[in-house]
């Protein structure tokens, strides 16, 4: 699993809507995923994680779903704010170690 | 408890130089792993550090190298720099190696005349 494409898809959400973002992940082998957020000129931050023995989680805010089958992971955000505009990507982690492996990204726009 | 440090944060050198960027992870973390990001390519893996020894390496050129102290900071070594290497240089700390939460830090954006 490597990285990342050239186009950065884009969701645009009216605030208080609910947000679902999307990734499909590359190796089946990977055991634990985690989402981020980053903001223009920041590096990531850690929103939520799931491994791979998980199908959910939920944290404030936010729901990670995780569907092994089709390799593919969903961050959902409840009522969605201004200050979660920013781009979020999904990682994925091969083991043995920390070797992560990132999504292209989606650029998430809150319409105030 | 502080967060992972990155220094310098900004740092522009010319074709042919070296650089070497600094991390300081999490107290209590071990494991440092480096990250580059690109327009073009997005964020990808260059290796990670635990416990003084390399673990893990992505699909780099032996120019970038790393090493990881006995106090878990970690330097990141960039030789004979190209104009592609530009990019924003992510370092993450990890309280373990194997699958565990990763922490990023501000990263160190680097420019390449």
């Known amino acids: 699993g490597e990285s990342v494409g050239l186009h950065l898809p884009t969701l645009s959400v009216q605030e208080g809507d609910n947000s679902i973002i999307n990734c499909a992940y590359s190796?089946?082998?990977?055991?634990?995923f985690i989402w981020y957020k980053q903001e223009s000129g920041k590096g990531p931050q850690f929103i939520i994680d799931?491994?791979?023995?998980?199908d959910k989680r939920q944290g404030q805010r936010v729901t990670v779903l995780l569907n092994k089958t089709v390799k593919h992971l969903s961050l959902q955000i409840a009522a969605t704010q201004p200050g979660d505009s920013a781009v979020y990507f999904c990682?994925?982690?091969?083991?043995?170690?920390?070797?992560?492996?990132f999504g292209t990204g989606t650029s998430l726009t809150v319409i105030p | 408890k502080a967060g992972v440090t990155q220094t310098p944060r900004y740092l522009i050198k010319t074709r042919g130089q070296q650089v070497t960027l600094s991390c300081s992870p999490i107290?209590?973390?071990?494991?440092v792993s480096w990250y580059q990001q690109t327009p073009g390519q997005g964020l990808q893996f260059l290796f990670e550090?635990?416990?003084?020894?390399?673990?893990n390496k992505g699909n780099f050129p032996g120019r970038f190298s790393g090493r990881q102290f006995s106090n878990s900071r970690s330097e990141m070594n960039v030789s004979t720099l190209e104009l592609g290497d530009s990019a924003l240089y992510l370092c993450?700390?990890?309280?373990?190696?194997?699958?565990?939460?990763?922490?990023f830090g501000p990263g160190t954006r680097l420019t390449v005349l």
């Open positions: 993450a700390s990890s309280f373990a190696t194997g699958s565990n939460e990763q922490f």
């Open positions: 190796n089946s082998a990977s055991d634990y």
């Open positions: 799931i491994r791979s023995n998980m």
């Open positions: 990682a994925e982690n091969m083991p043995p170690g920390n070797q992560f492996y």
């Open positions: 107290s209590g973390h071990r494991s």
């Open positions: 550090y635990f416990s003084e020894t390399q673990r």
